[in-house]
């Protein structure tokens, strides 16, 4: 099993940062994706920024240019840096990271518990 552990988030005005970090531990013999995830209330989950092993980012299109997604290998932390916040950003923030536990175990997909992001007006 894996275990995520999320944290960074809260109350923020508009204009400001917050940086989100996830770490992940537990049976672990590599890690291949990371990202981060958002659900709004009444919305969909949706992707926010994700990155491969190898260092290759993706960032969706309403936080390019704000948010920087990154890892560090090493110690299977992934951390989101999220600059000039907007209302529209108050959502839950889930980790997600794809793992594979053993060299012969497929990966597989998991995710923390989220973490509240709010940003006030």
């Known amino acids: 099993q894996v275990q995520l552990v999320e944290s960074g988030g809260g109350l923020v005005q508009a204009g400001g940062s917050l940086r989100l970090s996830c770490a992940a531990s537990?049976?672990?013999?590599?890690?291949?994706?990371m990202g981060w995830y958002r659900q709004a209330p009444g919305k969909q989950r949706e992707l926010v920024a994700a990155?491969?092993?190898?260092?290759?980012?993706n960032h969706a299109d309403s936080v390019k240019g704000r948010f920087t997604i990154s890892r560090d290998n090493a110690k299977n932390t992934v951390d989101l840096q999220m600059n000039s916040l907007k209302p529209e950003d108050t959502a839950v923030y889930y980790c997600?990271?794809?793992?594979?536990?053993?060299?012969?175990?497929?990966?597989?997909?998991?995710w923390g518990l989220g973490t509240q992001v709010t940003v006030s007006s």
């Open positions: 997600n990271v794809v793992v594979r536990a053993t060299l012969f175990d497929p990966k597989k997909d998991y």
């Open positions: 990155i491969s092993s190898g260092g290759r980012t």
């Open positions: 537990g049976r672990i013999f590599s890690i291949d994706a």
